[in-house]
């Protein structure tokens, strides 16, 4: 579903965010990204979203080459991705339900789809009573399942989250990541950069560590608080 083979990134100006990673995620699979602040994880993020390219090596993207992707077929691989970011990214002036249809606007779904897509993403996130409302009369929690909802609203098999539980409390972010796990459940494949290694330390999933742009970890995040 996922899959890096021999990837560098070096930035304009020449800073090497990213040395000769490899790595699959496999469509089911639920993993963590982690690294100290600047290790590459967002650079990582971007260039499975097409929002960076690799200076060398391949990007695969659901059997996609991303280096072989012309530009007219970039909205077509980024259909296939679900992404959730830490500041939710959500439009102020607009309600829940506009902020969560906006991906099937985009696609051109009638207003009967959309609506039916909008109230079950909706559901499953817990926020079918709020969709009426604007952004701000939520609470963080609330806004980041919103943001949830949207990346999700398409049925995407992959899911990708750049630090989602930043803001969160750790009962929230526990929540938020149930619903990842929900989704894993049903066949998706999620990745979630984090800073938050108390979270990761209380589940078993696979732990991607980026160190200065290399990834000096690739296995099961196992330690004390896992026994
Ligand atoms: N557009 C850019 N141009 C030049 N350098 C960049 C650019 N984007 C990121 N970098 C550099 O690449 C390195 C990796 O950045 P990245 O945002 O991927 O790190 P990160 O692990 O996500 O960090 P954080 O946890 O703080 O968000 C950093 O040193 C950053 O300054």
């Known amino acids: 579903m996922i899959d890096f083979k021999n990837v560098n990134k070096t930035y304009p100006g020449g800073f090497h965010a990213l040395k000769n990673i490899n790595f699959s995620l496999q ?15 967002s650079t990582l993020l971007k260039l499975i979203t097409l929002m960076e390219k690799p200076t060398s090596g391949q990007v695969i993207i659901n059997n996609s080459d991303l ?27 607009r309600t829940v339900f ?3 249809a906006l991906p099937l606007v985009i696609e051109g779904l009638t207003p ?3 609506r039916k897509r909008v109230e079950a993403a909706l559901d499953k996130v817990g926020l079918s009573s709020k969709l009426k409302c604007y952004p701000y009369m ?9 943001g949830i909802a949207r990346a999700i609203v398409n049925k995407p098999p992959i899911i990708l989250a750049d630090e989602p539980t930043g803001n969160l409390d750790p009962k929230l972010s526990l929540d938020i990541i149930q619903l990842f796990e929900d989704f894993n459940a049903v066949g998706v494949c999620v990745l979630i950069a984090t800073h938050d290694l108390g979270l990761i330390a209380r589940m078993k999933y696979r732990n991607l560590t980026l160190t200065q742009g290399k990834m000096i970890t690739d296995g099961l995040a196992v330690t004390e608080a896992n026994e």
């Not at 939520?138 to 919103?146: D, T």
């Open 98 to 100: 506009d902020n969560v």
């Open 27 to 41: 469509a089911g699979e639920m993993a963590f990204l982690t690294g100290h602040s600047g290790a590459g994880k």
């Open 112 to 114: 009967r789809q959309i």
């Open 138 to 146: 939520l609470s963080g929690g609330e806004q980041q399942r919103v």
């Open 67 to 93: 280096s072989k992707v012309s530009y007219s077929q970039v909205p077509y691989i980024r259909r296939n991705i679900g992404m959730i970011f830490q500041n939710h990214n959500l439009l102020m002036d």
